[in-house]
């Protein structure tokens, strides 16, 4: 019984103390440079030894989405024509994960993958610069309408989950054995 009671008091003016002496906890910081947070648009990639692909001409971009929570969103959008002559936007989700990135010191990291040094450079607040492979990309700031940002994010969350191991392996299971 002692025991207990010591673990509790020590528990108890632990608390306290944290409570009374002014130690804040901080929130991660994801990235280092705050103008990174946010939603960016493709504007353009050009692959190395190639012109440069403008979106309004190619008809294919990608929106990045950077949230101060540590959640990232990738998402590739392909303006198409149907046969009737109608044009749509067809939407694939290409990555999600909560935290699923980091820039620290000019070291970027995506996805758990191995860090880049200078992977994302800001030419502004508003414009950056990346590198993927053999693919240079610019980048601009935009601003969504909530829910249509809110519908990027979960259609990319519930894309990832999808198939995930857990529900690769169910598939397997219960579609192939």
């Not at 692959?47 to 403008?54: A, L, S």
């Not at 993958?113 to 508003?126: G, M, Q, S, T």
Request: charged residues 25%; positive net charge; glycine residues 6%.
């Amino acid at each position: 019984m002692k025991v207990n009671t010591l673990h509790q008091l020590i528990c108890a003016s632990v608390i306290f103390f944290s409570l009374t002496s002014g130690i804040s906890v901080k929130a991660e910081e994801f990235s280092d440079n705050p103008n990174l947070y946010g939603t960016w648009i493709m504007e353009s990639m050009q692959y190395d030894g190639e012109i440069v692909r403008p979106r309004n001409k190619t008809g294919y971009t990608q929106i990045k989405h950077y949230g101060k929570d540590g959640t990232y969103v990738c998402v590739e959008f392909y303006r198409k024509t149907s046969d009737k002559g109608e044009t749509y936007v067809e939407v694939h989700p290409f990555e999600y994960g909560k935290p699923g990135f980091k820039l620290k010191n000019n070291m970027y990291i995506e996805m758990g993958r191995a860090p880049l040094k200078n992977a994302i450079v800001f030419l502004d607040k508003d414009t950056q610069k990346g590198r993927w492979g053999t693919r240079t990309d610019i980048w601009k700031r935009i601003t969504l309408p909530k829910a249509l940002l809110d519908h990027i994010i979960t259609s990319a969350r519930i894309h990832q989950e999808a198939w995930s191991q857990t529900m690769q392996d169910s598939m397997k299971k219960n579609l192939f054995e």
